[in-house]
Antibody, heavy 119, light 111 residues
Framework: QVQLVESGGGVVQPGGSLRLSCAAS????????MHWVRQAPGKGLEWLTF????????YYADSVKGRFTISRDYSKNTLYLQMNSLRPEDTAVYYC????????????WGQGTLVTVSS | QSVLTQPPSVSGAPGQRVTISCTGS?????????IHWYQQLPGAVPKLLIY???NRPSGVPDRFSGSKSGTSASLAITGLQAEDEADYYC???????????FGGGTKLTVL
């Protein structure tokens, strides 16, 4: 069965950096695009970024463009989100999700990891 | 505000039918991109409810159905049950933004 397990969340000061990981299993990782989505406390879902199955194309929301970078490691079946220049408004639960192409559905979601940006 | 517009809340009594609308524009729903719906139970992870406008993943009851027309889409829930109380989100792709977009979410209350 598909499993997505995020890790790497925690408390970081404004301006700091953090790298999230998402370990994928139960499907052929190289065949699927992957997303990161976040949810601020008490708020709705916000899509952040998508990477093609082969890693050649990436898409970003304007809110994180230039600060966040998505990547993937096929040898480890792991998706990453490098987050730099963090702001208090980046405080949220971060989910990775399995997709196919960028226009299609996010069919499986991880349990999420909480990132808190605070001094 | 979200690119896809949903009502903040809807409510209904057990057994009733409710609908949740999702209004977009010519750069997303109106451009032919599919709509997908997610259910997020309190304290839980979002779960895919409807994909490609009208399709239910295995295990989703047929009380849930989706439709799409023009620049809008709807999620209908019939035979409302207490366990349907959750937040519901629509999602599509916007080719003007070059981004995946979510609706703001709708909180369903079962009276």
């Amino acid at each position: 069965q598909v499993q997505l397990v995020e890790s790497g969340g925690g408390v970081v000061q404004p301006g700091g950096s953090l790298r999230l990981s998402c370990a994928a299993s139960g499907f052929t990782f190289i065949n699927y695009g992957m997303h990161w989505v976040r949810q601020a406390p008490g708020k709705g879902l916000e899509w952040l970024t998508f990477i093609w199955n082969d890693g050649t194309n990436k898409y970003y929301a304007d809110s994180v463009k230039g600060r966040f970078t998505i990547s993937r490691d096929y040898s480890k079946n792991t998706l990453y989100l490098q987050m730099n220049s963090l702001r208090p408004e980046d405080t949220a639960v971060y989910y990775c999700a399995k997709g196919t192409t960028v226009t299609e559905t996010l069919d499986y979601w991880g349990q999420g990891t909480l990132v808190t940006v605070s001094s | 505000q979200s690119v896809l517009t949903q009502p903040p809340s809807v409510s209904g009594a057990p057994g009733q039918r409710v609908t949740i609308s999702c209004t977009g524009s010519s750069s997303n729903i109106g451009a032919g991109f599919d709509i997908h719906w997610y259910q997020q139970l309190p304290g839980a992870v979002p779960k895919l409810l409807i994909y490609d406008n009208t399709n239910r993943p295995s295990g989703v009851p047929d009380r849930f159905s989706g439709s799409k027309s023009g620049t809008s889409a709807s999620l209908a829930i019939t035979g409302l049950q207490a366990e349907d109380e959750a937040d519901y989100y629509c999602q599509s792709y916007d080719n003007s933004l070059g981004a995946v977009v979510f609706g703001g979410g709708t909180k369903l209350t079962v009276l």
